[in-house]
Structures are given as structure tokens and as C-alpha cells.
């Protein structure tokens, strides 16, 4: 069951898709959880999170997702895990956040917020990443590949 749920082609789409949501997410996980960039760090996360109404152990599990996530995806490690972890902060946001803003991004600066349009395409790769997987230079696909060379005992010849 579990090497089903790692399992692979060598396709380059999933490195493309992976990398890609892996490189935008990391900065973001670092920044909640690291401080990195101007991030406010983990307490601080937590703490500005909860003045949302958000619960700290809900709080601690986007940051997880987000910095861990970008970490597994960069491997291709537990790939279809990491991508449901950000596929459900995306939706969160959408659903919580930014739906109320409406679907362009605040390019202009005209509107109370940031639209869903940036989220809905980071949900889209991660449920591609959750139907594909990790693809080609994956650690889920060297686990998994089935033409990798075994050690075995020759048969006894009759």
C-alpha cells in the first residue's frame, strides 16, 4: 500500500511541477517559521495567526506543510503527502481569505486584499503532484522503480 502511494514515472513534468511549488513555498515556510526575508518567525506566526482566530496547533501545521513541504518536495520525497499538505493551505486561504477579495491579485493596489487567482495555481500543481507524483530525480521513484536490479540467488540448474 504504502509503495503505491510513492510510486512514480520518470517523467520530467512531476520535477517541473515539483521544483516549481517547492521554490515558491520554501521562502514562504521560511519566512513564518525561520524569520528569513523579513518573516516574522514562528512565535510570531503563531501569535499574529491567533489574532486571527486561527489555533496554534492549526498555525504550527501550515508552517509545517509549507516549510517542510518545499523540503520533501525538493527531494521528491513523500511527495504526494507534501503536496496535499500545501493543496489544503491553499484552499484554506482561498476559502478563509481571499474569496472575499474576489480573483485578481491587488496588482494595482486598489482593492482591501490579495484575490485567489496566485492560490487557485499552487492548488492546481499540487493536485497534479497528488495525481502524478514525484516524477523523474525523485527519492519516491528511486524507492519504487521497478526496473532497479535485484540481489538474488541464480536458479540450481537441473
Known sequence: MFRRFLRTDDDVSGLVMRLTLALVFFPHGAQKVLGW?????????????GKMGMPPALTVLIMAAELGGSLLL???LLTRLAAFGIGCVMAGAIFLVHSKVGFFMNWAGTQKGEGFEYHLLALGLAIALLIKGGGALSVDRALTREDRA????PAPRM
Open 37 to 49: 526575508w523579513g518573516g516574522p518567525g514562528a512565535s510570531a506566526t503563531i501569535q499574529g495567526m
Open 150 to 153: 535485484t540481489v538474488a540467488m
Open 74 to 76: 525538493i527531494l521528491g
